[in-house]
C-alpha cells in the first residue's frame, strides 16, 4: 500500500510567530480586525493625514481582493495582522507618492524609456537573468527596499546607504522567521532586485496577492479584467522610483507579465520583451512548492492538493494568453526574444550577449567579470537543495503533458 501524502502543507515557524497564533485565536477575529475598505482607508489616511490615494481609481479591485480574503483565505491570526499591515501600507504608499508628485512636478515629467520586461513561466530563469542584466551600471532595476518604502524618491547620492535598507533588512528577518528556510526556494533581500509584482500590487490588480492568498474568487475576477490600470500604476511608480536616481533603461520581471502583453505595450508602446522557457513538466510542482509555502506564512489550511492542480491551470492559461498576444501582433516581433533556461545556466554570459545583439545595446566592458563573479558568490543550492514533486500536490506527468502539449510542441521543449 503506498503512503498517502499529506493534505495540508506545513512549514517550519519560530516560537514567537506560534505564540502570537495561539494569543489570536484567544482574542478572536472580531479583535483582530476585518477587512473593509473604508476601515483600511481611514487607517491609512490617519497614518499620513493624507487623502488622495492618485489615479487611477481602485474602489472595485480593492472590494474584491476583500471580500475574497475574507472569506476564502483561510488566514491565522498572523496572517490576518500581516495581511492588514500590508494592505495599509499599499494604501500608505499610494497617499505619500501621490503627494510627492503634487510637490515635485518634475515627476510626472519622467519618461521610462525602452524598458526591457522579462516574463516566462516561474521558475524559467526569470530571476537569474534579472540579476544578470542588473550587474550593467546601466540598467535600472528595482529594488526590494525602494520598492517597499518608495517615498520620498531614492537619490543616487544616498542609494547605497539610504536608512530605508536597514529597514527592510529587519523586516526580510522577520519574514524569515514566519518562513524559515525559504530562501531555499526564492532568495529575498533589501538590496535585491524584484518582481513587478510588488508595484503593481498598489492598484489592487495583481497576481501578487494569489501567490500569497487562496483567493479563487478574487483570481477568477482579476483574469476576466483589463490590466492597464496596474500598469498606469506600474509606470507612475517608475517615474517616482527613476526621478532621482536614473539608468539608461530599467530592467523589469515577472511571470505574470504574460496573461495581458496588450495592457503592458498600451502603456509601455517602445518596451522589449525577453520570453524564458523550459520544459513546463519541471516548473510546475516547483512553483506549487513555493506558493504553498508563501500561502503557509498567512494561514494553516494550505491544501497541497488545491494548490499544485490551481497553479498548473493558471501558468497554462498565462502562457496561452501570452502567444495568442504575439501570433496578434501585440508588438513587432522584434520586440521579442525567446531565451532557452538551458542555454541560460549552461552559458549565462553567451545569453546575456544574446540579449544585448537582439535589442542592439552595447555590451559595456566589466560585464563579462561581473557575471563570473555574481556565479562565484552564488552557487546553486548554496542555501540548501529545494526538493519537490507532482505527486505531492496531486498532480501527475501525464495531466500536465497534455495541458502544456501546444506549449512543449511550439518551442521543442
Request: net charge neutral; proline share 8%.
Amino acid at each position: 500500500m503506498s503512503q498517502e501524502l499529506p493534505r495540508t502543507w506545513t512549514v517550519e515557524r519560530s516560537p514567537l510567530v506560534h505564540a502570537v497564533n495561539a494569543g489570536g485565536r484567544l482574542l478572536g477575529q472580531r479583535a483582530l480586525g476585518a477587512f473593509r475598505a473604508e476601515s483600511l482607508l481611514d487607517a491609512a489616511r490617519r497614518k499620513t493625514a493624507l487623502d488622495d490615494f492618485g489615479s487611477p481609481p481602485f474602489g472595485e479591485p480593492l472590494r474584491r481582493l476583500l471580500e475574497s480574503m475574507e472569506a476564502e483565505a483561510r488566514l491565522n491570526p498572523m496572517g490576518r495582522l500581516a495581511t492588514r499591515y500590508d494592505l495599509i501600507h499599499l494604501l500608505v504608499n499610494r497617499l505619500r507618492m501621490e503627494e510627492d508628485r503634487k510637490r515635485n512636478p518634475g515627476i510626472a515629467e519622467e519618461e521610462p524609456r525602452r524598458p526591457i520586461f522579462i516574463a516566462g513561466l516561474p521558475r524559467t530563469g526569470t530571476t537569474l537573468l534579472h540579476s544578470l542584466l542588473a550587474l550593467d551600471p546601466a540598467s535600472r532595476v528595482p529594488l526590494t527596499w525602494e520598492t517597499m518604502y518608495p517615498s520620498p524618491p531614492p537619490e543616487a547620492a544616498t542609494y547605497l546607504t539610504d536608512r530605508r535598507i536597514c529597514l527592510v533588512d529587519g523586516q526580510m528577518r522577520w519574514f524569515h522567521r514566519m518562513l524559515k528556510g525559504f530562501n531555499r526556494i526564492h532568495p529575498v533581500g533589501a538590496r535585491l532586485p524584484i518582481e513587478c509584482l510588488v508595484i503593481t500590487s498598489h492598484a489592487f490588480l495583481s497576481y501578487q496577492f494569489e501567490t500569497t492568498h487562496r483567493l479563487p474568487s478574487y483570481l477568477e475576477w482579476l483574469e476576466g479584467q483589463d490590466l492597464r490600470p496596474a500598469y498606469e500604476v506600474h509606470r507612475r511608480f517608475l517615474q517616482h522610483l527613476q526621478w532621482r536616481c536614473p539608468g539608461e533603461r530599467w530592467v523589469l520581471k515577472a511571470p505574470a507579465h504574460m496573461f495581458d502583453f496588450e495592457a503592458l505595450f498600451s502603456v509601455y508602446p517602445d518596451a522589449q520583451v525577453v520570453m524564458t522557457h523550459r520544459d513546463p513538466i519541471q516548473m510546475t510542482a516547483s512553483n506549487a512548492s513555493l506558493t504553498a509555502t508563501l500561502r503557509s506564512a498567512f494561514s494553516d489550511e494550505v491544501d497541497p492538493f488545491e494548490v499544485g492542480p490551481e497553479c498548473s491551470r493558471r501558468w497554462a492559461e498565462a502562457i496561452s494568453r501570452a502567444l495568442r498576444s504575439r501570433d496578434r501582433g501585440c508588438a513587432p516581433a522584434e520586440r521579442f526574444l525567446d531565451l532557452y533556461y538551458d542555454d541560460l545556466v549552461a552559458d549565462p554570459i553567451g545569453a546575456v550577449h544574446t540579449v544585448y545583439a537582439h535589442f542592439d545595446l552595447p555590451f559595456p566592458a566589466g560585464l563579462e567579470e561581473k557575471i563570473r563573479e555574481f556565479h562565484h558568490r552564488n552557487p546553486k543550492d548554496r542555501f540548501g537543495t529545494h526538493r519537490y514533486s507532482l505527486e505531492e500536490f496531486g498532480m501527475n506527468r501525464e495531466d500536465e503533458v497534455r495541458r502544456f502539449a501546444a506549449y512543449r510542441e511550439r518551442f521543442r521543449l
